[in-house]
Nanobody
Framework: QVQLVESGGGLVQAGDSLRLSCAAS?????????MGWFRQAPGKEREFVAS????????YYADSVKGRFTISRDNAKNTVYLQMNSLKPEDTAIYYC???????????????????WGQGTQVTVSS
């Protein structure tokens, strides 16, 4: 099993920054897992935000966050981060960390392909 615990959410103003963290643990977790961030706004479906492969050498971003958000990982700490800059009110959502042993690139944005999920952390951006 794999456990994921997010932290770092909060209430900020438009233009501010936040850094989310996701600490992974569990008997079967290893640093070669692919990690990702998704978000879900009220009344909307959960959507892909960003992902990172085991080495950090391959990252993907949703078009809506490209250039503003940066995903990174520290394998020594089993932690993945999401640095969010220039936040907008439309970034308001619950942000979820996700992990899986392997996901083909063409499926990386698909919610149903990810096996492990955290409980989420709320990010609210006021205008």
């Amino acid at each position: 099993q794999v456990q994921l615990v997010e932290s770092g959410g909060g209430l900020v103003q438009a233009g501010d920054s936040l850094r989310l963290s996701c600490a992974a643990s569990g008997r079967t977790f290893s640093s070669n897992y692919v990690m990702g961030w998704f978000r879900q706004a009220p009344g909307k479906e959960r959507e892909f935000v960003a992902s990172i492969n085991w080495s950090g050498g391959s990252t993907y971003y949703a078009d809506s966050v490209k250039g503003r958000f940066t995903i990174s990982r520290d394998n020594a700490k089993n932690t993945v981060y999401l640095q969010m800059n220039s936040l907008k009110p439309e970034d308001t959502a619950i942000y979820y960390c996700a992990a899986d042993r392997f996901i083909a690139d063409r499926f990386i944005t698909s919610v149903k392909e990810w096996h492990y999920w955290g409980q989420g952390t709320q990010v609210t951006v006021s205008s």
